[in-house]
């Protein structure tokens, strides 16, 4: 079936199958930012935005889509270039692999609650698993990222 | 596996999603697709037809009546139902319950429908709705139903909806005076299913009588749980004594098998404990 949806600014057509998930047809497009970890809805690497809301997607039906907008990690690093800033200063990340997903959930994070406390962020970003940084620095990247819009 | 012929449909109207459910007999029903991807990608179901619900109009609201009653629409998010002024005034076990759920992209696209229709008996939102004497109301082949949510779940993920019928609309009644809690236990990662949940509504009188007193579990069964016992609350200022009867109950209605989140008679002895903490919570 046709989809037509608004990829990192960019209008973008595909044909998909009606059970094909989105993470496929992102990353079939060349955009390998967002990963495949679990697959389960549990790790927030394969984490974008549609529309203002975050979504796994690795559980997202590419058909939903139609008409969306959707962003990625890579899209949100040249459109909010404060976002990897403050990653980059607050060394809010080791291996890397996570941090599309964090970056995603700190964009969605940033839409939903602009005026998140320690503790709602905290919160926010628990969804998203990271194997290196024991999350201090991400929390306080996210929290230099929200405190600088 | 999926169907080789399988299609999706993106109906806008109620009257169109039936329709589409009723032309195929094995067509599903599609809310935010947190539950049927993962089904349909691990091969558990083998549907012909996907209807998504959501560009169904009228299904995304809620609506507070005058009386302090709440109508819920069937595409309403678990996000949207946590952040909702009046669903937190007026029934804020609802918003407390959906406001746990998973993780924040969980939230984000899991609707209302889909979190009763899935029947997991670990799930958040049930209880709450059972403890709140929601009902559920129906739409499909057959015409339109609304039966209380005490009798919709009929085994585990089973529940009383038929082929090609939609949950359209969830009803919270009024409560004036209520208190409602939602608590919930997850012994791993705060984004798992709990190994037990409780949710309670207290109404009481002006006079600090309670009234009408209801208790139900996530967790402790195959379905999700109302313990009458709580009921018995009425009618009394409830000392420890009585809360620690309704604990009692639950722990012998408790039926929960033992898994990765705990044995059979841990699950028990958290039934009792989360009940009696579910009940102060509304009591003090
Ligand atoms: C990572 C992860 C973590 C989770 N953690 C929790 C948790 O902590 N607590 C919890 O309670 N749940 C949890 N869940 C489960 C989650 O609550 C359900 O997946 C979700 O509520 C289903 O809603 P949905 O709208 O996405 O339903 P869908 O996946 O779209 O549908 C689920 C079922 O309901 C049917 N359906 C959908 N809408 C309707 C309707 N209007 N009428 C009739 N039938 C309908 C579908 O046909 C399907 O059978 C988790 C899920 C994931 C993926
Ligand atoms: S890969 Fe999607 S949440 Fe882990
Ligand atoms: S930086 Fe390695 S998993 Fe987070």
Known sequence: MKLSFTLNGEPVAADVAPDELLVEVIRG???????????????????????????SSCLYLAACAEGEQVWTAEGLAQAEPALIRAFAEQEGMQCGICTPGQ?????????????????ELRQYQAGTLCRCTGYQTILAAVRAYLDSR | MTAAD?????????????????????????????SVALLLKHGLIEPRRLVWLGRVGGLGEIQAGPDGSLAIGATVTLRELAASAPVRRLAPALAEAAGQVGNPRVRAMATVGGALAHADPRQDLPPALLAL??????????????????????????????????????????????????????????????????????????????????????????????????????GRMPAEADIEAVAAAAAAAATAVSDQRGSARYKQAMAAEWTR????????
């Open chain 1, 103 to 119: 970056v995603v959930t700190a964009a969605a994070l940033a839409r939903e609650n602009p005026a998140a406390t320690d503790a």
């Open chain 2, 6 to 34: 399988l299609t999706f449909r993106s109906p806008a109207t109620l009257a169109e999603a039936l329709t589409e459910l009723a032309g195929d007999e094995d067509a599903i029903a599609v809310g935010g697709g947190t």
């Open chain 2, 133 to 234: 004497a929601a009902t559920a109301r129906i739409a499909g082949p057959a015409g339109e139903r609304e039966p209380p949510l005490a009798g919709f779940y009929t085994g585990f993920m089973e529940t009383v909806l038929a082929p090609a019928e939609l949950v359209t609309q969830v009803n919270v009644p009024a409560g004036p005076g209520r208190r409602s809690v939602y608590l919930r236990f997850t012994p791993a990662s705060e984004g798992d299913f709990p190994v037990i949940g409780a949710a309670a509504a207290v109404l009481r009188d002006a006079g600090g009588l309670v009234t009408g007193a209801a208790l139900a579990l996530a967790g402790a069964g195959p379905v999700p749980l109302l313990i009458p016992a709580a009921g018995e609350l009425a």
């Open chain 1, 29 to 55: 497009l060349g955009l390998t930012g967002t990963k495949q970890g679990c697959g389960v809805g549990v790790c927030g690497v394969c984490s974008v935005l549609v529309g203002d809301r975050p979504v």
């Open chain 2, 277 to 284: 903490r579910a009940l102060r919570a509304c009591l003090e």
